[in-house]
């Protein structure tokens, strides 16, 4: 089995536990948690048991020359995304979000090409271009005419994770896919704790148990077991190449936005992930070139 077969598999893992992201990320909001305790207090729980499991594993601190990445990669997959996903999940259905976050696939790629080297042809920017426009028209138009601030809220989170996918795959080469997300959380802990300490007191410990179990799940499949798999995809396969695994997200999205929310998955919605996906799939089929590290 080649390499790139290898990273698909265990990229499609890692897509299957976070397509779950949004439909749950949700619930925990709709259950009385606040989006600094779901956005970024899910982190602060990855990280301890990260910690933990590099203490186990006895795993050596990677050396200085990977730390601006790791920290990069961490800031923008610990804090960015799940902050501004949070805050989009606040004002529109989950499923909303996730046609919106199909543009996910490009923006990793976009990251891939600026900061780790890769080489994506001209006609794969083409068809991305293709595909980011049919999630804009698919805003303005389930917007009334024009695009909301959740709309925006998820293209940063967008853009903040394909950055840090496009770190992490690259890094994930080098130091093995699960020690990139578990030194990535350890290395932001000192931007994650202050916010969860702040909102402390008034955090909703008398929230039901299926909000808790939506937050646990945020915490460690989300933040910390999804990665493994994914980290370690896209090191096998190439980030670029790995990420279009993420065409299946949207679906498996909308599907968990139905099952666990009740959210009516309208014509227009289904439509437009259509296109979008099919996007995708196109520009998996583009030539794109990788660097040796």
């Not at 949004?22 to 970024?40: F, K, Y």
Request: aromatic share 10%; net charge positive; hydrophobic share 60%.
């Amino acid at each position: 089995m080649s390499d790139e077969i290898k990273g698909l598999g265990l990229g499609f893992i890692g897509v299957a536990i976070f397509s779950m992201t949004l439909p749950v990320t949700r619930m925990a909001l709709s259950g009385g948690l606040d989006v600094v305790t779901v956005g970024i207090g899910r982190a602060v729980v990855a990280a301890l048991v990260a910690a933990v499991i590099l203490r186990v594993a006895r795993q050596p601190v990677p050396p200085m020359r990977y730390w601006k990445r790791l920290i990069v990669a961490g800031l923008c997959l610990v804090i960015g995304f799940p902050l501004f996903m949070s805050i989009a999940m606040l004002s529109v259905p989950a499923s909303h979000g996730g046609v919106v976050l199909g543009i996910l696939p490009f923006a990793t790629t976009l990251a891939a090409a600026m900061f780790c080297g890769e080489r994506p042809s001209p006609g794969f920017w083409l068809v991305a271009l293709v595909g980011s426009g049919a999630v804009v028209a698919f805003a303005v138009v389930e917007g009334g005419g024009g695009m909301q601030a959740a709309d925006l809220w998820m293209l940063a989170a967008a853009l903040s994770a394909g950055t840090g996918y496009a770190l992490s795959g690259e890094l994930s080469r080098v130091l093995g896919g699960w020690q990139v997300i578990c030194w990535s959380l350890v290395g932001c802990v000192p931007f994650i704790v202050p916010p969860v300490v702040w909102v402390w007191p008034d955090i909703h410990w008398q929230a039901p148990w299926q909000t808790w179990t939506a937050f646990g799940y945020v915490a460690l499949f989300s933040q910390l077991i999804g990665f493994f798999a994914w980290n370690r995809g896209m090191a096998l396969g190439g980030v670029s190449r790995v990420a279009q695994v993420q065409l299946l997200q949207l679906f498996m999205t909308l599907a968990g936005s139905a099952v666990l929310l009740g959210e009516e998955i309208g014509a227009v919605t289904l439509i437009f992930a259509v296109c979008v996906v099919a996007a995708v799939a196109l520009s998996r089929q583009m030539p794109v070139s990788r660097r040796d590290l």
